[in-house]
């Protein structure tokens, strides 16, 4: 069984920082690409941010420039550093991995179980 954790969510007010940590663990052949997703109440999920293997990096346009997303393979964790938060950020941030088992080339996603970030004064 394959588990991705999350942690670092929170109340912060307009301006503050965060940083989100999910980690993966369980029975994982390799991870390919690992990201972020957030849902507001009211709303569809969305993509924040997501990383290849190789650390290459992809934004949606509300968050370039405030949010970075990093990954450790040896620790087999993402990590999302939130700068200069804003109310409209307040959502529910999920963790993703795509990801084969051991001697599998079958690619699987997974999410992690959510962290509520809340942006308020």
């Known amino acids: 069984q394959v588990q991705l954790v999350e942690s670092g969510g929170g109340l912060v007010h307009p301006g503050g920082s965060l940083r989100l940590s999910c980690a993966a663990s369980?029975?994982?052949?390799?991870?390919?690409?690992m990201g972020w997703y957030r849902q507001a109440p009211g709303k569809q999920r969305e993509s924040v941010a997501t990383?290849?293997?190789?650390?290459?990096?992809n934004y949606a346009d509300s968050v370039k420039g405030r949010f970075t997303i990093s990954r450790d393979n040896t620790k087999n964790t993402v990590y999302l550093q939130m700068n200069s938060l804003k109310p409209e950020d307040t959502a529910v941030y999920y963790c993703?991995?795509?990801?084969?088992?051991?001697?599998?080339?079958?690619?699987?996603?997974?999410w992690g179980q959510g962290t509520q970030v809340t942006v308020s004064s």
């Open positions: 990383i290849t293997s190789g650390g290459s990096t």
């Open positions: 993703n991995a795509v990801l084969t088992r051991p001697r599998s080339v079958i690619r699987y996603n997974y």
């Open positions: 369980g029975s994982i052949g390799t991870i390919d690409n």
